[in-house]
């Protein structure tokens, strides 16, 4: 009973590893699913933003070429068809004449045009959903990415839905499209050479068109560390599909010194962390302790986080990998981004604490929010400190140089006289004599003591006080509590 037993507990457990290593794998996968479809029950696809009714004219433009999935039966008056291209019936699909009957909502026709599918385009990031898993990717459960990140990855599944159309723009100015798979009408494609006889096809000739060409690996990305996108030879294409040739789509923004990420189209407000790391760093592990010990927070539950592998510029010809951190929110006007670098700031402690078992060698954060005191604090008190230091530096090494010269008797510094409240009256009793008092003049007060014209502060404390206010060194940002400045 006690061998049973233990075979038992082993069993449990090799189940239980099984299952962390499917949990683990389908985490490192990430799907992207085409948002757009052709089919006939989309009103989105219709000029009058509704589908056609029994009273109504259909019509298809004749150089249209274009595949149509028809998910339901249809009574129509008449179809005009294009010259090139298919309807795609489900069971229980298809198309009747009308006879003439009464339709609700229908009681006046018209002409319904199919709109234009050719504006659709691969490189579009708007077109894309992107999530964790397949089961994310139902419940409507995306990732946050930059904008090349949005478009298909080179190691990302991609997933056209089953019974649904499409047509889409695969030109591509590095003519290759690389991928881990592709599932077109509810089929996988793991290989070039399934894939490639597909795309022989008439179907598959009506759904892609350009001039780009698929290459599937049916591979994860090799290193724990993380792989980058492949996407930033097709930037250019990418913002221009997104925002428009002429690049003028990015949205107006209110933080000040906003920043643009690297992969991202447009600046932002928030927060960027980059992380150098050593071969030990593990993404997965790293944004899980993100997950876990930071956005899971109730405070921050309106922050978006992007983390992946971006190549950095160091200088015109070089450009070193680098973990790139993005962090947005929701907030709005003089908060915009606040939350963002708030947690930008927790992130940068919890490195300077742990960073060193997580493979990370060191961060440099950047940050822009709808205040200027908030946005500005990080910089500027860096640089302050910085200038501080070295103005104290050379100042202490021309002192040291002026007190050798004055012992060695190269200089002869000149006595000052300073004249001041504190001691004119020495200078008077030295003219008038000790016995010599001078008169009362009933214009004057007698002169007060310093520490009663200050208030509490005495003479000393007082040039303290206006020094820190004036230094520029410090402030009190109401923000922002003192330990969070000094931390």
């Known amino acids: 009973g006690r061998n049973l037993l233990a075979a038992d507990c082993k069993m449990k457990g090799l189940f239980f590893l099984l299952l962390f290593v499917q949990l683990l794998a389908a985490s490192i996968a990430v799907y992207k699913q085409w948002i757009p479809n052709t089919n006939f029950e989309n009103a989105s696809n219709w000029d009058k933003d509704r589908i056609p009714c029994a009273n109504d004219v259909v019509l298809f433009k004749s150089n249209q070429g274009i595949s149509v999935f028809v998910q339901s039966t249809h009574s129509l008056t008449d179809m005009y068809l294009p010259l090139t291209g298919e309807f795609i019936m489900a069971p229980g699909g298809g198309f009747a004449a009308s006879d003439g ?25 708007a077109l894309w959903h992107a999530a964790a898993s397949l089961e ?5 459960k995306y990732i946050f990415a930059v904008d090349e990140e949005r478009v298909p990855c080179q190691y990302d599944d991609v997933i056209f839905q089953p019974e649904t159309s499409f047509r889409v723009n695969i030109d591509s100015s590095e003519r290759m499209i690389h991928l881990r798979s592709i599932s077109i009408m509810g089929q996988k494609f793991t290989s070039d050479a399934a894939l490639a006889e597909y795309m022989q096809s008439s179907s598959a000739k009506l759904q892609f068109h350009g001039n780009g060409t698929f290459q599937v690996t049916n591979a994860r990305c090799p290193d724990r560390s993380g792989c980058e996108c492949g996407n930033a030879g097709e930037h250019r294409q ?38 150098e790391y050593t071969p030990g760093f593990d993404i997965r592990q790293y944004q899980n302790r993100i997950l876990h ?22 200088t015109s010809r070089n450009s070193v990998p680098v973990i790139q951190i993005v962090l947005m929110d929701d907030k709005m006007g003089s908060q915009t981004g606040t939350n963002a670098e708030q947690l930008a700031e927790d992130i940068m402690r919890d490195i300077a604490e742990h960073g060193d078992s997580f493979g990370i060698v060191t961060g ?12 500005q604090r990080g910089t500027i008190a860096d640089g302050t400190i910085a200038g501080t230091v070295i103005g104290l530096l050379l100042g202490l090494l021309l002192l040291g140089i ?16 300073l004249a001041g ?67």
Not at 249 to 272: S, Y
Not at 299 to 309: D, E, F, L, P
Not at 364 to 375: D, E, K, L, P, Y
């Open 101 to 125: 009957s009464w339709d609700p909502g229908c009681d006046t026709g018209s002409a319904v045009l199919f709109t234009d599918a050719e504006k659709y385009k691969w490189h579009d990031p």
């Open 402 to 417: 002026m007190l050798s010269l004055y012992r060695k008797g190269m200089i002869r510094l000149p006595s000052v006289h």
């Open 421 to 487: 409240p504190w001691n004119r009256k020495e200078d008077q009793d030295v003219v008038a004599g000790p016995s010599d008092k001078g008169f009362d003049n009933p214009i004057f007060d007698t002169p007060t003591n310093r520490a009663e014209s200050h208030g509490a502060c005495s003479g000393e404390e007082a040039p303290k006080e206006m020094a820190s206010k004036d230094s520029g060194i410090y402030f009190v940002n109401p923000l922002y509590d003192e330990t969070e400045l000094i931390a």
């Open 238 to 275: 990418i913002c221009a599909a997104l925002l428009g040739d002429s690049g003028t789509g990015c949205p107006a923004l209110v933080c000040k010194d906003p920043f643009q990420p690297v992969g991202h189209c447009c600046e932002i407000c928030g927060a960027t962390i980059s992380l």
């Open 136 to 140: 994310d990717l139902d419940q409507g």
């Open 293 to 314: 010990a930071f956005l899971s927070l109730p405070k921050y539950a309106g922050v978006q986080m992007a983390i992946s592998k971006v190549r950095k510029p160091q």
């Open 364 to 375: 440099t954060v950047q940050v822009a929010t709808g205040s200027n005191f908030s946005g």
